[in-house]
């Protein structure tokens, strides 16, 4: 059960989640090192005018969902981490504008993250999880992985292709209104990867479509659409409070339970669409 109506809830994290990107100007990124690295046009003008989005998430039920040619029909495609297109167009389509990825990823060498062509394409966004409403100071001493390191070199090899570090602020404002909507107690970790991109694409976009974050009737233990590794956990949500992100997105979806069943989709409006 979700404590606010549709509407309310909408309200609320356009009022008290901050998507911003780390800039410039951000207590210790205000060197002359990090001007060097951090892009220098922000990420909404990156981007432009945004109407319709999708967001893909990796999930298994992707696979032999023949999606791609409705996905790519967006004006604009969020994916996650190092979740292909290669060799599954018909699934998951070919467009990747944005990608988010997490600070493991970069950091941790047996993912390959500066060598893996993949990540060459679209605007890439990393986060790191931070302590419990850490200002980014505090954040900056206690990264949960140091990806500072592979964040340059990546920027030294690719400097023309953007690349943001989310502000970490966000994950804790999310988590709170997650938490505050739920009738239990929620796990002490941010948000996944998928409920944050699915908030950065409302700030960016008119409207976004979610793909498989809500299973379809092609709900499966396999994990992701494009590795056969088995776990439940992938859906449920272990470390991160994924079923109550889940909930949720449920709750204010603007499309019907037949998409989710047949499609996986749901709808959610883009903020500057709302009346609060
Ligand atoms: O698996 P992951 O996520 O990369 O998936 C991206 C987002 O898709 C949604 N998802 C995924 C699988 C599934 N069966 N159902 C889903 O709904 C989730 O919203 C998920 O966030 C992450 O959130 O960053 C995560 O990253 C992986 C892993 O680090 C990366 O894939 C890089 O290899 C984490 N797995 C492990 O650490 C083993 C995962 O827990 C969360």
């Known amino acids: 059960a979700v404590k606010l109506s549709p509407e309310k809830l909408l309200c609320q994290l356009q009022d008290r989640v901050n998507v911003t990107m780390v800039q410039r100007s951000d207590g210790p990124f205000n060197t002359s090192d990090w001007h060097r690295y951090l892009p220098r046009r922000n990420i909404s003008g990156e981007v432009g005018h945004l109407g319709r989005c999708a967001v893909v998430s990796s999930a298994g039920s992707l696979k032999s969902s023949r999606l791609g040619p409705e996905i790519d029909s967006h004006d604009a495609v969020l994916r996650f ?55 980014i100071h505090e954040w900056y001493r206690k990264l949960d992985y140091d990806f500072f390191k592979n964040y340059k070199q990546y920027r030294n090899r690719y400097p023309e292709q953007p690349f943001y570090i989310l502000n970490p602020k966000m994950q804790w404002q999310l988590w709170d209104v997650l938490q505050e909507n739920s009738v239990e107690d929620i796990q002490p970790n941010p948000p996944s990867s998928g409920l944050l991109g699915i908030v950065i694409m409302m700030t960016l976009c008119d409207e976004v479509d979610i793909y498989e974050f809500l299973p379809s009737k092609r709900q499966t233990d396999i994990c992701h659409y494009y590795q056969r590794f088995h776990d439940r956990a992938c859906t449920m949500g272990a470390y991160h409070p994924l079923l109550f992100e889940k909930n949720l997105v449920k709750h204010m979806n603007r499309g019907t339970d037949e998409a989710i069943y047949t499609h996986g989709k749901v709808t959610l409006p883009g903020f500057r669409n709302m009346q609060c």
């Not at 990825?101 to 390959?112: A, C, G, K, R, Y």
């Not at 993949?118 to 200002?135: F, M, Q, R, S």
């Open 81 to 135: 981490n190092g979740a292909p297109t290669k060799g599954f167009l018909n699934d998951v389509g070919g467009k990747t504008t944005l990608r988010l990825i997490n600070s493991q990823l970069v950091t941790v060498e047996d993912q390959h993250f500066l060598t893996e062509t993949l990540y060459n394409t679209g605007i890439l966004i990393v986060w790191d999880p931070a302590p419990y409403h850490a200002e």
